[in-house]
């Protein structure tokens, strides 16, 4: 993946499209994230956000913020993964980027979860709802899975049987493997 990404972001580079650099030093990080190569990671994705912030690319300011959020959830940098989050999910809203604006809000409310605001979560999931309802029903898995986790995390197995319905969560179709990963978990929690 490192040489096939390389070789793009140096084409980029050559032809001076600015926006696929940008998309390409993403790429790029997120596969230094499933490395666990963090400070690479983020290297680059700072990179690729000067960019986008110098084209006003909204999706490409957003999605970086998508990775660094995780990246410093990771981390267990509290703060930094809850400030890149709301700023993504904002980037998000104004541009139409669905993954920011439901997906987002929903790890954004893991991480209050697992910070000690459950509340707080289910509220902002309830929010990632209402925009799925709206917007793109196929992603409700997203935010039931993340119901069910807050419930058990809080310990309310009753609250979490009422999320579970009878049948098993199906992943939806956003590409990363986190979000298949989240549904996952839910099914087996």
Known sequence: AYIVVDEARHLWRDLDNQAMLADSLGAEAEAH???????????????????????????????????????????GEADLAIQMANESITLGDKSGLLASSIALRCDLAWAYGC?????????????ALSIIQMKNPDWKPISTATMIRLALLGGDLHKAEEHVGNAVLQPISIPYPHYTIVVGLANVE
Not at 39 to 58: C, F, R
Not at 115 to 127: D, M, P, R, S, T
């Open 33 to 75: 994230h499933a490395a666990g190569e963090y400070e690479k990671m983020t290297e680059l994705l700072h990179e690729a956000l000067s960019i986008n912030e110098k084209i006003e690319n909204l999706w490409g300011q957003s999605y970086g913020k998508v990775l660094l959020h995780l990246v410093h959830f990771d981390r």
């Open 115 to 127: 910070y000690g605001a459950i509340e707080k979560g289910f509220a902002i999931v309830e929010e």
